[in-house]
């Protein structure tokens, strides 16, 4: 080999030697947020967070990834949540119901009979009336909100054998509750029995009439085919269920402006999203019921009847969520109806 042939190699060498320092320099300069979740395939926010993932990669050109574990693949709600205040997790989605387990105020949204409708929902949770409640939360917790109204669904009871029309109906009546203050104090005012099952068992406990009826968003209902083991859908609204987007303060802290400015529109488009996404599924899943006959479906119930009773259990729960956290909430829906 001539001089001027190892003088080539040789550059060439220290060519690709520098291209490789400098492509590790780009891989350890990008930043990986995990984020855990309870969603399962089939479900809108499942889908909506995959697609996430890679919107921020895209806008970030690679220097910000998301690494998404679905599914309680790192565990329950709950444990997530702990998980996300030590740092362990970047990101989760619990409920507020969930959510309340760290602070009990942030389960009002999900109070009988709260709110008329989304729009009115998201204006008061994303309004100074929140705030205190998610500023407590960053000091004890550790966390911050990245989305604070995630829609979930709106929350309906089915029965077998009884036909409900107003609270009078639900009298005598044993409904399976998931195991919260808010939800056995509901039952109790609608003058029926509250039975706190495991979300795994209620199919079967339907199914051997264990309990009267259940209640769940049409989502649920539908694809856990509880219309199987039930013969009514009662289209009550009686709760709105809506998860909240969570991130560790400190590992919010540690990313650049641009990173956050990413993460913050990328969110907030995707909360969008999954508000279109799942409610245009709620109204397929419940035209083919209908249209089905799968399960009797009653919209025309006397809704004025449950609100009333609705209200008596939220009394009893304001100790709990704090009396300045109701106040200021209910002052918010009182003064946005007056608009």
Known sequence: MNKNAKRLLANLSSCLFVGTLLAGA?????????????FNPGEASYEVLAKLSKTVAEKSDGDLKIQVFPSEQLGSEVQLLQQAKNGSVDIVVPGYSGASTLLPGLEISNAPFMFKDWKEAKYVIESDAYQPMFDQLEKQ???????????????????????VHSVADMKGLKVRVPESPIWVEMIKSFGASPAPIPFSEVYLALQQGTVDGQENPTPTIYSRKFYEVQDELVVSHHMLQSQVVLMNAQRWKSL???????????????????????????DKMLDELKQGGKIKVVTDIDRDSFEKAAASAREKLIDRWG????????????????Q
């Open 141 to 163: 917790d550790n966390l911050i909100p990245l989305s604070k109204t995630w829609y979930w669904g709106w929350r309906n009871f089915t029965f077998k054998g009884h036909d």
């Open 256 to 282: 650049t402006d641009k990173e956050r400015d990413i993460l913050t529109q990328a969110f907030k488009d995707a909360a969008e999203e999954n508000y279109q996404l799942q409610t245009s599924r709620e």
């Open 323 to 338: 009396s300045d956290n109701y106040q200021r909430v209910m002052q918010k829906i009182e003064a946005y109806r007056q």
């Open 26 to 38: 780009v891989q350890a300069h990008a930043t990986t947020l995990r984020l855990a979740h309870t």
